[in-house]
């Protein structure tokens, strides 16, 4: 949760039983408990309104899909996924390779000769 280990939770709840005082605490934990509970409700509701709205050719619709790392991994990942999965590409034979026909050079500089220069070139 949010990336946070015990050592660090641990300190959380240290520095809250100071700044609150053990009084305090268990309120103070029952209304972040209640404002979390809340928060949660309420995306829950906004995705649901979401897809109800979108339509149902959206009914698989998942806002966490728009993310960019998501979306890449959806689309674009997906057929190379499944190929990792099939395990190591099939031995195949190579082509044998195709003979060697050199190309005819034209325009050959003889020795001593300058190429011609385009001003315009880049």
Known sequence: ????????????????????GPEKLPQAASQAGRALRQLRQMANNA???????LGPEFTN????????????RKHLLEDVEKDWDKGPLPEHTPLP??????????????????????????
Do not use: C, R
């Not at 995705?47 to 709205?53: G, V």
């Open 97 to 122: 390779p195709e003979p060697y026909t050199p190309v005819a050079v034209l325009d050959e500089l003889g020795y001593g000769e300058v190429p011609p220069y385009d001003s315009e070139a880049t």
């Open 61 to 72: 619709f998942d806002p966490a899909d728009l993310h960019p790392k998501n979306f890449v």
């Open 1 to 20: 949760m949010f990336g946070l280990g015990w050592p660090e939770v641990l300190a959380l709840i240290v520095i809250a039983l100071l700044v609150l």
């Open 47 to 53: 995705k649901s309104d979401l897809q109800d709205n």
